[in-house]
T-cell receptor, first 115, second 115 residues
Framework: SAVISQKPSRDICQRGTSLTIQCQVDSQVTMMFWYRQQPGQSLTLIATANQGSEATYESGFVIDKFPISRPNLTFSTLTVSNMSPEDSSIYLC????????????FGPGTRLTVT | AQKVTQAQTEISVVEKEDVTLDCVYETRDTTYYLFWYKQPPSGELVFLIRRNSFDEQNEISGRYSWNFQKSTSSFNFTITASQVVDSAVYFCALSCTSGTYKYIFGTGTRLKVLA
């Protein structure tokens, strides 16, 4: 399994501000994914982040709102920009150690509350 | 299109009862993976099992067992002699190796085990 850490673990932010979430993995991985889980809901994929290329966003998510960086094979950041209460969710970083091998592991999540 | 359906939104059982969580999936791919994850109240997603499409053998791990049936596109999860610590939301997920490679999650089943 992969050891994944996220910072911050939780935050309370004001409307209109931005928050950057960091994801650190204990070893190099090709594919990193960012998910959002709104209260009581399932996981929704925001984007896939591969090192050395632009992140690929899912329908309903745009780069201006959720810019992602992937500077190396062990680290990624997700920024939630110009936040509104609707952005209150758990944001989860996940990784797949070997592409196509079906081994997806999740970080502990960042619980974001926007007031 | 790929899809995962967990028809049971919430299940309540009394401790020591057996409980089965249903998962039905849709895909046209011949190669795919199925997963179960547990999300306790702490929020972290815990990987439980991965099964590839070529392995229809049922699996048992302690009190947990999984029944994979390609004929009915189902991957059901049974907890035997449930315990209060089993209370969590359980997600079934599917990943396919062709097309837009990503993981599709079901809507989750909330299991409440009452003492």
């Amino acid at each position: 399994s992969a050891v994944i850490s996220q910072k911050p673990s939780r935050d309370i932010c004001q409307r209109g501000t931005s928050l950057t979430i960091q994801c650190q993995v204990d070893s190099q991985v090709t594919m990193m994914f960012w998910y959002r889980q709104q209260p009581g809901q399932s996981l929704t994929l925001i984007a896939t982040a591969n090192q050395g290329s632009e992140a690929t966003y899912e329908s309903g998510f745009v780069i201006d709102k959720f810019p992602i960086s992937r500077p190396n094979l062990t680290f990624s950041t997700l920024t939630v920009s110009n936040m509104s209460p609707e952005d209150s969710s758990i944001y989860l970083c996940s990784v797949e150690r070997v592409v196509g091998q079906g081994n997806l592991y999740f970080g502990p999540g960042t619980r974001l509350t926007v007031t | 299109a790929q899809k995962v359906t967990q028809a049971q939104t919430e299940i309540s059982v009394v401790e020591k009862e057996d409980v089965t969580l249903d998962c039905v999936y849709e895909t046209r791919d011949t190669t795919y993976y199925l997963f179960w994850y547990k999300q306790p109240p702490s929020g972290e997603l815990v990987f439980l099992i991965r099964r590839n499409s070529f392995d229809e053998q049922n699996e048992i791990s302690g009190r947990y067992s999984w029944n994979f049936q390609k004929s009915t596109s189902s991957f059901n999860f049974t907890i035997t002699a449930s315990q209060v610590v089993d209370s969590a939301v359980y997600f079934c997920a599917l990943s396919c190796t062709s097309g837009t490679y990503k993981y599709i999650f079901g809507t989750g089943t909330r299991l409440k085990v009452l003492a």
